[in-house]
């Protein structure tokens, strides 16, 4: 904690800058891994200072609901302040049930909010924000079924197919098997846009949709 570059933004050439500040500065590192066949070895500073860490974590539980400060914001999440000398990590697959695309533009530094203990594990505190929000799938579990129809709109393209979303947080996979090409996808299912589509399947408990567009 006392070394990690907090960048502002997380932007990946500041923080570079900042750990280049370090050179020839001496620091007490733990061997974690050491691979004498690739001329490896791997450190790490945490776990080498004194045990008030520990302690701190020790204080937290499974399923705690804690209020902290947003001190970092990387692509992968968010780091948030619990308490002096302890930070937790809310990771991007645990900020929404829908999808999210960049933390750093989501969340700012300074911001405060509740947050929800999902791990404690090995001196690290895991964190969730939509823990603390209903599961969409629950509900959509009861409004929709196999083979309906559903209007969604379209919010992410990838190398499978298209994301559409029939409600906020339900979203469903329209796979790239259904068009010719790439082109034609993008060109028939542009970003933002709603579209009629077909259920095709539907397994709410395993947040699974697939779609199939109206065409």
């Not at 450190?43 to 539980?61: D, N, W």
Request: proline share 5%; net charge negative.
């Amino acid at each position: 904690p006392a070394h990690y570059p907090r960048g502002p933004d997380g932007d990946k050439d500041k923080i570079f800058i900042e750990l280049k500040k370090m050179i020839g500065d001496k620091i007490e590192v733990l061997i974690i891994g050491a691979n004498p066949k690739e001329q490896k070895l791997i450190f790490a500073e945490r776990g080498t200072g004194p045990s008030e860490r520990g302690s701190l974590v020790e204080k937290y539980q499974v399923g705690d609901v804690v209020h902290g400060v947003i001190t970092g914001a990387t692509e992968f999440g968010v780091f948030v302040k619990l308490e002096e000398g302890l930070e937790g990590l809310v990771h991007i697959s645990e900020m929404d049930w829908a999808l999210v695309e960049n933390p750093k533009s989501r969340y700012k530094i300074g911001e405060e909010m509740d947050i929800k203990v999902i791990e404690v594990k090995d001196g690290k505190v895991s964190l969730s924000i939509k823990a603390l929000i209903d599961d969409p799938w629950k509900l959509a579990g009861e409004k929709y079924k196999k083979d309906q129809r559903v209007d969604a709109v379209v919010i992410k393209h990838n190398k499978h197919g298209a994301l559409a979303s029939i409600e906020e947080g339900v979203a469903g996979l329209v796979h790239v098997s259904e068009f010719a090409s790439e082109e034609e996808r993008r060109a028939k299912l542009e970003l933002g846009k709603v579209y009629p589509f077909t259920i095709t399947c539907f397994e709410p408990k395993e947040r699974r949709m697939t779609l199939k567009p109206i065409i």
